[in-house]
């Protein structure tokens, strides 16, 4: 279970309240008690009902992570006494979002923590599925907020919901994919509000046709650094991007643009919460290599389309990039994967091109297909 509505906000402004940086453990500690409360009380409510319930802190249940306050990983689940609990009939109900470190200190994982501990129980546990019930009724083909025709989606695969995730989609947290896909545990999320067929996701379906494009997914979250008049030799990328690693700052798309005259000049995104720990390091990068200047622009938006079939489908692409010139939005940077195009656009301009991509592919309307082999042609091949 996750902390109720607001509880984790409100344990934060506790916090700020007392400190203006607050101590990672102690932070820490402060925010495990909203997952606590609610396992503690559903736990109390199912017992009440008739039937047995005990409530897990993480670490009760076995949940072992790194020492990483805030966004601890997780590295073992023991789970021993969550299994025994089970077999004796028992209804565990498991504080997500948390864990113990190996320093034995209480530590939480981070956003879409709860997701995580669910999908890792669900790997260690054995289990044919992991259920996640939350306030959406599973994943569709772009945000409903900004679509209201958006479809849901019946079953989408790991990669193509790894790259929504990774792309700005708030249904599924990148690490509880990746977590699954490595254990081949499927996940199907649905709404706690109804009970609607939700989304599955899982290995890809053998089907005879199959989406070209699954969705679009969007990230106000994200800004632009340029370093620009960077001498093009041979170790400068390393030598810009090395102490960005070293601070931990996260790198999205990288784009440089062909030498000029000895010089070249290097574009990338980083999450906003991470610009005010990058500029002193950029400013600092700018100097160490000799570029001419740098900045940073924190008025953008990333807009992704997200589909297996881009691999076998170059046209998609330029539709795009034609979709979005027909709507006058000029596109800043572009970053491809085998199943993903995304592009940097103004921020002011994100939900204006996730709506006329989404009209230009009509993917409210069943998804366009393209033809799979049968199986059985596979097997006769």
């Known amino acids: 279970v996750s902390a109720m509505g607001d509880t984790t906000d409100e344990l934060l402004g506790l916090a700020a309240s007392v400190a203006r940086l607050p101590h990672p453990r102690e932070l820490d500690m402060l925010l495990s008690a909203g997952e606590r409360i609610s396992m503690a009380l559903l736990a109390m409510a199912v017992n009440e009902l008739g039937r047995e319930a005990v409530s897990l802190s993480g670490q009760q249940a ?117 977590v699954a896909r490595t254990h081949g545990v499927p996940i199907h999320v649905r709404s706690s509000w109804s009970d609607g067929e939700g989304t599955w996701v899982g290995r890809e379906e053998e089907r005879m046709e199959r989406p070209i494009i699954s969705g679009i997914a969007h990230d106000r979250s994200v800004a632009k650094v340029v370093i620009w008049g960077v001498p093009d030799r041979p170790g400068v990328a390393a030598r810009v991007f090395r102490p960005l690693a070293e601070a931990g700052v996260n790198i999205d798309m990288i784009v440089q643009n062909v030498s000029a005259q000895g010089r070249t000049d290097i574009s990338f995104t980083v999450p906003s919460a991470d610009l005010a720990r990058a500029e002193p390091i950029v400013h600092e990068i700018r100097d160490a290599v000799g570029a001419e200047g740098a900045m940073s622009d924190d008025d953008i938006g990333t807009v992704s389309l997200v589909g297996a079939g881009l691999r076998t489908h170059p046209e998609v692409t330029a539709e795009l990039f034609a979709a979005l010139a027909d709507a006058g939005i000029n596109i800043e940077i572009i970053s491809t994967s085998p199943i993903r195009i995304s592009c940097v656009v103004r921020r002011e301009e994100l939900d ?8 230009r592919f009509a993917l409210g309307e069943e998804s366009i297909h393209e033809e799979a082999t049968p199986p059985s042609a596979r097997a006769a091949s």
């Open 62 to 178: 076995g949940v072992v992570t790194d020492t990483r306050h805030g966004n601890a990983r997780i590295v073992d689940i023991r789970a021993q006494r969550l299994r025994e609990t089970l077999e004796r009939g028992v209804i565990a109900i498991v504080a997500g979002f948390q864990g113990v470190s190996s320093d034995e200190d209480e530590t939480t994982l981070g956003r879409g923590g709860s997701d995580m501990t669910a999908v890792a129980l669900a790997a260690a546990l054995g289990a044919e599925a992991c259920e996640i019930n939350t306030d959406v009724a599973g994943v569709y083909t772009a945000d409903p907020r900004i679509v209201p025709e958006a479809r849901r989606l019946r079953h989408i695969s790991f990669d193509e919901m790894l790259e929504l995730a990774a792309s700005g989609a708030q249904v599924l947290m990148t690490r509880s994919v990746e």
């Open 352 to 359: 204006r091109a996730v709506r006329q991509i989404h009209d």
